[in-house]
């Protein structure tokens, strides 16, 4: 229970938390100034409503339940009405501007986040949970934004409410308001001793909502394999934990903060019954008309909204300046992949790519690359083969710039890539990985992908060279054919197929192909092989393979083992290598055919 509360929260270290928090926000604020400070001036008036009601009640029972003044009587029904129709507008229009402007900021604010999370590196999203971005997006978003304007408008509203009628309660009697007021103070003091009780139970239900969040998550991308492996029980028996704690917590905090509105409001019938027994005497002495003191009743009732609501106003607001210090957590985040200044645009592969002693860790220290040298000619086929974990796929991810190296460079044409822009060298490179991702939408829309312009001509090319044709004449709808979340309708060798489309029409000189037919059966993997063979025709390849056989024909085979180039030569040259890493894998493979055979 305890170790999910100590990821940091965004802890509120500012001096003035208030005026901090607004002027972090001002940005956004700033482009719908107007409206937002008009929302606010007309909040006053909707405020002062309140006031004007006790103040009536004085002239009301004054000249006409004592005075039985008829004429004023008779304008009673006409006030009411016109007061009523000034009330609703008002508060339409208020809700409406302040609606309309924390929208706009939440809108404005969400925008900004996903082009964020979009520029950050791979290494961040290994590391991150998304459950906690989620909810960023989701709820910190709508808190910090709506949230805080709205609450910024009820507070004045409910601010400028208590003064005005204060100031009622003054001009009926000041000696009432003195003992009203006094017990209000103990009241309101009373919110103030619990407010650390208050701000602990707001962190900790976000806490535990992301959490939630996260268990939601995993039970929809990984629901095969938790069916596969069975494991509903024991996924089950974790949430219902979380969900305990999450009631648990929850009683802990009713227990310490419940007692507070009870005891609030004892405090107020108290100061109620003061206020009786005084005004009793001072009515019989003539100190004070009816009027006085039904006007003083009615203000005191009304009082009692707004003050016991400003400590929820409170909260509230704290809860808004704790979601925008994460929000401007995740502003402040720096890419570690960009373009510095002085790049220049890669054009084409005209010699070479090379790694120059390219050392790589993904936790500074640890080396899962070391000293890596490689030549790949352009137009020319490496092979990267070794046992799983030994860091091919790190190898390739390093082109296109998913990491930076650690040491070393990797060149193009003998210039650093760090000196192309990131965009112009991964335009240069397809992927084809063994689960590649497909996004909602249609068969076409998930090819074009790999180059937004191209034409109906290049589409259809693609399809064909990818073996994608046979299989879409038989869709009714055949390329428009819609996908589900993640491609999950088509089968895995469709997949693929659909991803080597989308590498093909994106017509890169540099294509890598990671595992592209690892996951497939023999007979798919025969179809897909032979499109990968079209991909990969006159273009500079790297391809990491499981099955050898695929990689028999590369120009040049590279063996990594831990992190280290053990082997490198053709297909004939490592087999004549006397016990090499190369020949133990191959004859291991073979061996394995010939049993099955
Ligand atoms: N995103 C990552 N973060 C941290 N370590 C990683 C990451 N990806 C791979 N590794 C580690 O780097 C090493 C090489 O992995 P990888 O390049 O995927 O090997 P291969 O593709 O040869 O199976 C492994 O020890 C693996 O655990
Ligand atoms: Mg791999």
New binding site residues.
């Given amino acids: 229970m305890k170790k999910i509360f100590t990821r940091p929260m965004g802890e509120l270290v500012t001096k003035n938390p208030f005026v901090d928090n607004y002027k972090k926000m001002w940005p956004f604020v700033k482009p719908y100034w107007f409206r937002a400070m008009l929302g606010l001036l007309l909040a006053l008036p909707v405020g002062a409503l309140d006031a004007t009601v006790a103040m009536f009640m004085k002239s009301y029972t004054d000249d006409v339940l004592v005075a039985k003044n008829a004429t004023f009587a008779a304008y009673i029904p006409l006030l009411i009405i016109a007061f009523v129709l000034v009330q609703s507008v008002l508060t339409y229009l208020v809700k409406y501007l302040n609606s309309w402007v924390g929208n706009k900021i939440t809108l404005d604010v969400r925008k900004k986040l996903f082009r964020k999370l979009l520029s950050m590196h ?2 961040y999203f ?1 590391t991150t949970d998304s459950g906690f971005i989620m909810l960023r997006y989701n709820n910190d978003a709508d808190t910090a934004c709506n949230g805080l304007i709205n609450n910024l408008r009820m507070m004045v509203t409910r601010v400028f409410s208590s003064v005005t009628l204060i100031f009622v309660l003054f001009y009926n009697s000041w000696q009432l308001t003195v003992i009203a007021v006094g017990a209000f103070s103990v009241a309101g003091a009373l919110i103030f001793i619990v407010r650390r009780k208050l701000e602990e139970l707001v962190r900790n239900t976000v806490v535990i909502n992301s959490i939630a969040m996260r268990a939601y998550n995993e039970m929809f991308n990984g629901n095969r394999t938790v069916a596969a492996y069975n494991l509903q029980d024991d996924q089950e028996r974790r949430f219902n934990q979380l969900m305990d704690d999450v009631f648990n917590l929850n009683m802990g905090m009713v227990k310490h903060t419940g007692w507070l509105s009870p005891v609030m409001h004892f405090i107020v019938s108290l100061g109620l019954a003061l206020v009786f027994w005084q005004s009793s005497s001072m009515i019989v002495n003539g100190t004070i008309t009816s009027g006085n003191f039904t006007s003083f009743v009615a203000a005191l009732l009304m009082l009692y909204t707004p003050v016991k609501t400003m400590g929820d106003n409170y909260v509230d607001i704290k809860k808004a300046f704790l979601a925008i210090d994460r929000i401007f957590e995740l502003f402040a985040l720096k890419t570690e992949i960009s373009d510095k200044p002085g790049t220049v645009t890669l054009t084409g592969v005209r010699k070479d790519i090379r790694f120059n002693n390219v050392s790589f860790a ?2 500074p220290g640890v080396y ?1 690359l070391k000293d890596i040298n490689l030549t790949v000619p352009v137009g020319t086929t490496v092979a990267l083969v ?10 390739v ?1 390093l082109l296109p710039r998913f990491y930076n190296v650690t040491k070393g460079s990797i060149t193009i044409d003998g210039v650093n890539i760090e000196n192309f822009t990131l965009k112009s060298l991964r335009d240069h490179i397809s992927v084809v990985f063994q689960d590649n991702f497909l996004f909602t939408g249609s068969i076409r829309d998930n090819i074009m992908i790999g180059r937004p312009g191209a034409t109906e001509k290049d589409l259809q090319e693609a399809v064909k060279n990818a073996h994608l044709d046979d299989f879409i004449r038989t869709l009714k709808d055949g390329l428009d054919t819609e996908l589900g979340e993640r491609g999950l309708t088509l089968s895995g060798g469709q997949r693929q197929r659909v991803a080597i489309a989308r590498a093909f029409i994106r017509q890169a000189p540099i294509v890598i192909l ?1 595992e592209a037919t690892s996951a497939l059966d023999n007979k798919s993997e025969a179809i897909v092989q032979k499109a990968l063979d079209n991909l990969t025709k006159n273009r500079t390849v790297f391809v ?1 393979a499981h099955r050898l056989s695929t990689v028999v024909n590369a120009d040049k085979i590279v063996v ?1 083992n831990e ?1 280290h180039i053990v082997e490198e030569g053709t297909h004939d040259q490592l087999l004549q290598i006397p016990n090499g890493a190369y020949a133990s894998l191959y004859n291991a493979q073979f061996k394995h055919k010939a049993q099955h055979a």
């Fill in positions: 791979s290494g290994d993904y936790k899962v070794g046992n799983s974990g030994g860091g091919k796929s790190t190898v991810s990671d990491i990594l992190g």
